[in-house]
Structure formats: structure tokens, C-alpha cells
């Protein structure tokens, strides 16, 4: 995604008050950064889009959000939870809610650990993220469940635990997991949210 004049304000500095509802979204697929953009844009939001990390670390010299919605799959090196932790360091109190396709406990974990304050399974509509930036607090009267997990249910998580550790590497997480490449990717494309 290119980082062109229509996706960053035409005044250099926010101003404190503007900063309360300017969103950067994350997001390397094009389309869905736009309609996703553009969503938030009729909500009063301010909108910034960047697809990596370096993208984000320019925004951020002149800009201070105070809201974030990033993929946690990114294109290249940096993942989005790198990208949170990015986001983190440079204000503790922005709202940040992770988008993924490839849920799992172990990157949700991880990614509130870096920082974020909800973490969302693709597809989440607009409704979804804003309600999700007000969530900022446990809430303990959630239901717990009494279903064990399945043999499945723990291989989907160990596939995961993984990816996250090799940084969404296709080939290295096979490696680690004894298997091969195709056979992940089979497994993932099978199971994709």
C-alpha cells in the first residue's frame, strides 16, 4: 500500500483534541485497508493507513493516534505484533485491537502482552473494532466453558504457537513442527477464520 497525500491529514501536527479520534489501521490488503478506512472515516474518525512497519515509524513522527487497528499478518519481516509493540512504546495509552485470520490463544496472549487492548478474528466489521476499543478491562462475568479441548483444537494452537514464534514463517514453522511445508499450508488454508 502506498503511502500517498489521501491517507494522512493535510496538517503536519494534530492538535491534542484532533489526536482523541485519529485511527491508524495497519493493513497490507489494499481493498479492505480502504473500506475499512472509509467505515471509520463516516464515524468522525480521522484515518491513517500504513502496511509496514517503516510506514508506521514515519507516521509516528508527526502524528500521535489514539486509536490502532492492526493485522497481525503483515507482507515482509515485521509482524503486526511487532508492529503493537511499536505502537505501545510510542504511547501507552492508545487503543489498539488486533485483526486476524489466524486466531489462536498463544497471538492473542502475545499480543496483549505487547500492548493491545482486544484481540478480533477476521471478519470483524467497524461495530466490531469500535466496541472492541472500549474494552480496555477484563471482564470476569464472562461464561467459562466446560469443553475440554480437542486433539484438533490443540494441534491449531500448537500450528500457531509456532507461527508466532518464527514470525508467520511458512517454511521455518514446518520445520520446527516436524512437517511438510505443504502440509501446513494445507492445514492453514483448511482451518483459515
Known amino acids: 500500500m502506498q503511502n500517498n497525500d489521501a491517507q494522512v491529514p493535510d496538517t503536519a501536527h494534530e492538535?491534542?483534541?484532533?489526536?482523541?479520534?485519529?485511527?491508524?489501521i495497519v493493513?497490507?490488503?489494499?481493498?479492505?485497508?480502504?473500506?475499512?478506512?472509509?467505515?471509520?472515516e463516516r464515524r468522525g474518525y480521522t484515518v491513517l493507513?500504513?502496511?509496514?512497519?517503516?510506514?508506521?515509524?514515519?507516521?509516528?513522527?508527526?502524528?500521535?493516534?489514539?486509536?490502532?487497528?492492526v493485522d497481525l499478518k503483515l507482507k515482509g519481516e515485521a509482524?503486526?505484533?511487532?508492529?503493537?509493540?511499536?505502537?505501545?512504546?510510542?504511547?501507552?495509552?492508545?487503543?489498539?485491537v488486533v485483526l486476524t485470520g489466524y486466531a489462536s490463544i498463544t497471538t492473542a496472549v502475545e499480543a496483549v502482552k505487547l500492548g493491545a487492548c482486544h484481540y478480533l478474528a477476521k471478519p470483524s466489521n467497524t461495530d466490531d473494532i469500535e466496541a472492541a476499543f472500549g474494552l480496555t478491562e477484563g471482564n470476569e462475568e464472562v461464561e467459562l466453558s466446560n469443553r475440554s479441548s480437542s486433539i484438533k483444537t490443540?494441534?491449531?494452537?500448537?500450528?500457531?504457537?509456532?507461527?508466532?514464534?518464527?514470525?508467520?514463517?511458512i517454511s521455518e514453522a514446518a520445520r520446527r513442527l516436524g512437517m511438510h511445508r505443504r502440509t501446513l499450508t494445507r492445514k492453514l488454508e483448511k482451518r483459515r477464520v
Not at 492538535?15 to 491508524?24: A, C, E
Open 79 to 96: 509482524t503486526g505484533l511487532t508492529c503493537v509493540r511499536k505502537l505501545h512504546a510510542h504511547d501507552e495509552d492508545m487503543l489498539i
Open 27 to 40: 493493513e497490507d490488503d489494499e481493498a479492505f485497508g480502504r473500506t475499512l478506512a472509509r467505515s471509520f
Open 154 to 169: 490443540l494441534e491449531w494452537e500448537r500450528i500457531h504457537e509456532v507461527l508466532a514464534e518464527t514470525g508467520f514463517n
Open 15 to 24: 492538535s491534542q483534541d484532533d489526536d482523541q479520534r485519529l485511527l491508524l
Open 49 to 69: 493507513q500504513a502496511d509496514s512497519l517503516e510506514q508506521i515509524e514515519t507516521l509516528l513522527q508527526t502524528h500521535s493516534p489514539g486509536y490502532a487497528v
